[in-house]
């Protein structure tokens, strides 16, 4: 399934959930609330196009530099403008397939996740809206791998880093739904995460306890 038909499923679903939510009487966000959140969305992935240029004898087949990503997260409102995060998010992975010169069909394989700290500044436009800016620092690790036909050819290869820390920032929209129910939308950067610089656009709810 593509991503784009995935996103927009889930994008449906999102949307049918977040409708009946909407029934609770709007409730804006107070300080000293805490809150855990699933989002599901997309990844985007720069390095696989810069990385295959250096194959030898190689007629480049396909490149996909686009996944499913989901993020696990949770945090707490410290004042209307304020609040802290962490979590962990994986980005999927990203592909690429060539044919060789001699007849055999090479693919490499870069799998990425890692956790995530940041914190958010907040703005409220009216009652259950808001719009936030996010800044902070990713741990992460990857999993790499090259096959040659059905074989596997070399894991964690000489290539990018397999671990390090990046930075990361974001924009993002939050809507509450209800006194404990929230809807996300946002999208974030990291930078230089296993040789490139993943983006994700992802949809959440959360609630808070």
């Not at 999927?92 to 700290?117: N, P």
């Amino acid at each position: 399934m593509s991503v784009g038909t995935w996103t927009s499923r889930t994008l449906v679903l999102f949307g049918v959930v977040a409708c009946n939510l909407a029934a609770c009487p709007a409730w804006a966000v107070q300080p000293e609330q805490s809150y855990l959140g699933l989002a599901f969305g997309a990844s985007e992935f720069s390095q696989m196009s810069e990385l295959t240029a250096a194959w030898p004898d190689t007629s480049l087949d396909t490149v996909e530099e686009s996944d499913l990503a989901w993020k696990l997260y949770t945090g707490h409102q410290f004042s209307n403008w304020l609040a802290v995060e962490t979590g962990w998010v994986d980005f999927g992975a990203a592909r690429a397939s060539a044919l060789h010169a001699g007849g055999d069909s090479v693919s490499m394989k870069i799998a990425t996740s890692g956790f995530e700290f940041s914190a958010l500044a907040t703005a409220s436009i009216g009652d259950s809206w808001q719009v936030f800016a996010r800044g902070g620092a990713l741990a992460w690790r990857s999993s790499q791998k090259i096959n040659v036909g059905d074989s596997l050819a070399a894991e964690d290869f000489s290539g990018p880093d397999k671990s390090g820390f990046a930075a990361a920032l974001g924009l993002g929209v939050h809507w509450d739904l209800g006194e404990r129910n929230s809807l996300r939308v946002e999208w974030q950067k990291y930078l230089d995460v296993a040789g490139g610089d993943p983006e994700t656009w992802l949809l959440s709810l959360a609630r808070r306890y």
